[in-house]
Each structure stands twice: as C-alpha cells, then as structure tokens.
C-alpha cells in the first residue's frame, strides 16, 4: 500500500490502542514496503517508539524471526536474529533466535549489550508490573478458577454480549420474530452443533459447555414448540476440504445427500416455519483459513433449495467468520440472521433474537458483496474520472458488464424488528473556521411496534482537496434506545481535527474548501447536508 494509505486507514487504530495505554505490540508476519515487520525498524522504532512514544515492549508473533528466512531476509539465524533486535523486537516467541544466537552476535561485535539491556528492561518491567516478581504465579490458582470460570453472572454477559453481536439483514413480511408456539424445521449442519459456537482461536474455551441452536431453542420456549430437527447437510461433503480439515472435526454425516435432504424436507412439511442454521464450522476461519469461493457450500445450498420448495418461510441462521456471498439466500430467503460464532452462549442468545426475547441492533462492520469478483470492496472507496452513476446506459462508465457495483449490504448495514425514521439533517451553520464546532442533528423516530435500539452514523465527505478523498467516511456513531413512538434527537460535533487527512506534502492537516456531512443507518441510506470549511 502506499504511505499514505497506511497512515491514513491502517495506522491510526494501532496507534489509538498506544494512546489507550497497551503495554505490549506484536510484531506480523507480513512485510511492509518490502521488509517483514520484525526486521522493519521504520516501523517498529521510527514510528512506534519515536513518533508514538510507546514504551512497552515488542513480541514477535509465533517463530515470526526464522520465519525471516523463507522471506529471504538472511541465510540463518544469525542474521535474520540481528535484523530484529536491530529493529526494536525485544521478545522472540517460540523462535528460539535470541536464544541461540544473541550471544554470538554480542561476542562478534554485531549487536550492541547495550540493544540486549533495553530489550531485557521492557520485559522485566512488564512482569514487575503485573506482580510477577512478587507472586510468579499469582494467575495460576485453581480454586480460583473453579469458582471463576462459567460463573452464571459471566454466562448471562456472555449471552448478553452474543445477542448484540447479531445482525438481521432481511426479514421480510415481518416473519421475525418467531411465534412462541406451533411448530418449526430446525435444520442444517450447524443446528445441533457444539463445537463451531465457540468459534476459531477460542483458546481454552470449552465446546462441551457451549449451548447449541437447538438446546437454546428447547430452552427458551419451555416445550411450547414443536421442534422437528433434521442435519440435512454436511458442512461440505468435498473430499480435500474434509481431508485438510479432518472429517471428525466436520462432524461428517455419512448418510446419502438425498437421503439427508429428504429427511429435512420431511421435518419442514409438517412445520409452520423452517429455520435452516448454516454457513462455515470454526475450522474454516482464522488463520491459514483462506477461501478462494465464500459462497455457502453446495451441499447446504441443496439443501435450502430444497426446503424453498416446500413453499414453507424460511429464516437463515448464518455462522461465519467472514462476509459471505449470498445473493441467492437473500433473494430466496424470508428472513436472515448473521450470528457469526457467538461463543459459549450461542444457542440461547440466537433463540432470544428469533423469539423476539432481544430485538437485534447491530450493525455489519465490512461490506458484504454480491460477488467475490468484487472484492476488495468498502464504503470509502474514491471515485474514478469516470464513476458508476447507477445505471448500465454509459457503456465506459466505471463498472462490471454482469452485476451492479452495489454491495449486498453495505458498510454499517443492519435491521430491526422495529423501524426508525430519520428526519433531515440540521446544521447549525453552514460555515466554520479552524477550530469551531460544528452541531449536526437528526430526529430520530421509533415507527415501529417494538422498543429498539439504533446505530446512528456519521458521515463525512470533503469534496476537493490537493490528493483525491474518499467518497465518505465515518467520523462518528451513537447508539440510542427508542420506545415505540418516541423521538430523540441525536447530535454531532465537528471541528476541523475531525476533517484531516494527509494531504500532498504527507502533512497531517486540513484544507478549506466544501464538505458533506452524511446521518444515517447505514453508510447507504444516509441524509445529507453541506458545509464549507473556511481559512
């Protein structure tokens, strides 16, 4: 990417984490302008330790220094071991670099005892504050963690924390939120499934005491629903992915397809409702988890084409640890919860959202295609000399020749049970210098018949500047809680710290010139109203 990419998107959260007080940065294993982080000291003591000023110290993540090897770096450890701890790393994860190899380097004139004193200093002063000194294994107490671990007030915040992880992207006719009584088709590979809840790189988390779909559902209605549960689908039946994965950690059904898909067919006919819980197992996200196709997988696809035919409702409940394509669940679908991997409590928080027990409010934090050929996509991308005007008529216009260049849901994205209406968006003055604060406004209105909570965001646009600007980006939110029928008026503040970029001479600055601020619940559906920010 280029400078100013980095320190314009990619920089500032880390460097938010530093302000905020972190006492530790890893290093990653990509590089950067053409040299790993772990042996890039433009990184990792230009800009981390003299611009920044942090303190703390700099692991390496897992065998990140001999790894410099395969990056061409250097022929062993002996060099790749100098590049590092010449770039500021003070810990060696697992490596075993330092340790072989430090001595050497000091004995051989290479690395100064001086580089080895100050890395040592971070590490000791991190394990003194923690209190290691005084109680090396202060954290290592099993009573304590038999009392700790699963406590019911830590399971109630972990379901509470699930449900607002939870996103409804459809729901048409309002077939959401379910009704506490008759019967439902609870299908798919991940309905009665306990080790995908907890999710990818969920460290010492115990599946055994996750909560299922279908446990959550059970529990929730108390027996005043029927429910007909059928598998009706592997994960994936595709031979190398079940092989790279391993066919026990996929749960791999050895029924027939068909005979799997029959079964859930059966299940949804004698049902009001079919809820088919699908997507991706833990396995299939995190690292080295890589897909060339994030479609669901043919097998499940089968499978809700199958139940689309019965001509029954169909609610998708999505478990996935990336944005999906998903254009034909959209269209085929009634309603469509994304719950990701929710943790331990899962199942109960899942069956909250679809009985209506917790309205969803949360919002999708990426842009979710309609295609992979579209990817990379996002909100704040610029426009070309020539941009897509919504419309196929000119043929050069910036664009795909088969699809829109819309997303499927777009940055923010997110519904309700309820429905908010915005009013347009006030501004105090049209007009700021330097320094003087901006009021933007929005009435927001709760239309619906359900109390419900709502992301309101904010958006920003400089139209000209001295290098080519996004076409938004989002300077704020706020999350507010409306009753049926009551208003709220939300406000905004902006200066002029909140419209810098880097501009031509890579000087963090602003410049005069026309502004739009954008209000809305999405990065798509928004209000505006224009400024200008004078010298």
């Known amino acids: 990417m280029s400078d100013r990419r980095m320190m314009q998107d990619y920089l500032p959260p880390y460097k938010a984490a530093v302000d905020a007080g972190a006492g530790s940065i890893m290093s990653s294993f990509n590089e950067i302008n053409g040299v790993p982080a772990t042996a890039n000291k433009w990184l990792m003591t230009d800009i981390l330790r003299k611009k920044w000023g942090f303190t703390g110290f700099v692991a390496t993540d897992y065998t990140a220094i001999p790894e410099m090897i395969n990056h061409g770096m250097g022929k062993d450890g002996y060099e790749v071991g100098k590049k590092a701890i010449d770039a500021g790393i003070d810990m060696d994860m697992v490596g075993e670099v330092y340790l072989d190899n430090l001595k050497n380097l000091v004995k051989d004139g290479k690395v100064q005892v001086s580089e080895v004193d100050a890395a040592c200093r971070r590490i000791l002063e991190a394990k003194y504050k923690l209190g290691l000194f005084t109680d090396p294994y202060r954290y290592c107490n099993e009573a304590r963690a038999k009392r700790t671990i699963m406590k019911p007030e830590f399971l109630e915040a972990a379901r509470e924390a699930a449900k607002r992880t939870i996103v409804l992207l459809k729901n048409s006719n309002n077939v959401l939120p379910l009704k506490a009584g008759g019967s439902i088709a609870l299908v798919g590979p991940l309905a009665d499934d306990n080790r995908d809840m907890i999710g990818p790189w969920s460290g010492a988390g115990d599946c055994h005491q996750a909560v299922n779909v279908l446990d959550g559902i059970k529990k929730l209605t108390g027996g005043n629903v029927q429910v007909n549960y059928a598998k009706g689908s592997n994960i994936t039946n595709d031979p190398w992915l079940i092989e790279r994965l391993g066919a026990e950690q996929l749960d791999i059904d050895k029924r027939s397809p068909q005979e799997m898909i029959d079964e859930a067919v059966n299940a949804a006919k004698k049902s009001d409702v079919i809820v088919a819980v699908v997507g991706e197992s833990a396995t299939m996200s995190g690292e080295a988890a890589s897909r060339s196709d994030i479609g669901i997988f043919s097998d499940q696809e089968n499978l809700l084409k199958a139940l689309k035919a019965t001509g029954k409702p169909m609610v998708i409940v999505l478990m996935n640890g990336r944005p ?35 309205n969803p409010s949360a919002k999708i934090t990426a842009t979710f295609p309609q295609d992979v050929g579209q990817i990379p ?62 009021q933007a406004s929005v009435t927001i209105t709760n239309t619906g018949k359900y109390d419900g909570e709502e992301v309101v965001q904010l958006y920003t646009r400089q139209m000209y500047g001295s290098v080519t600007r996004p076409v938004e980006e989002l300077k704020n939110f706020k999350k507010i809680f409306l009753k049926a029928g009551q208003s709220q008026v939300v406000n905004f503040t902006l200066t002029s710290a909140d419209l810098r970029f880097y501009d031509i001479n890579m000087k963090y600055t602003y410049e005069p010139g026309d502004f739009k601020v954008f209000i809305g619940t999405n990065s798509r559906d928004v209000k505006e109203a224009d400024f200008k920010l004078t010298e």
């Open 377 to 438: 996509l996002y909100y704040s991308h610029k426009n070309t000399g020539r941009p897509y005007a919504g419309d196929f008529v000119d043929r050069y216009k910036s664009r795909y020749l088969d699809i829109s260049n819309d997303p499927l849901y777009p940055f923010g994205y997110g519904l309700s049970y309820t429905t908010f209406n915005y009013s347009d968006v006030k501004l105090n003055t049209n007009t700021i210098k330097p320094g003087q604060p901006l």
């Open 324 to 358: 999906l394509t998903l254009k034909w669940e959209n269209d085929n679908a009634d309603a469509m919860l994304e719950t990701w991997f929710a943790g331990t409590e899962a199942g109960n928080a899942i069956a909250d959202v679809l009985f209506g027990a917790y």
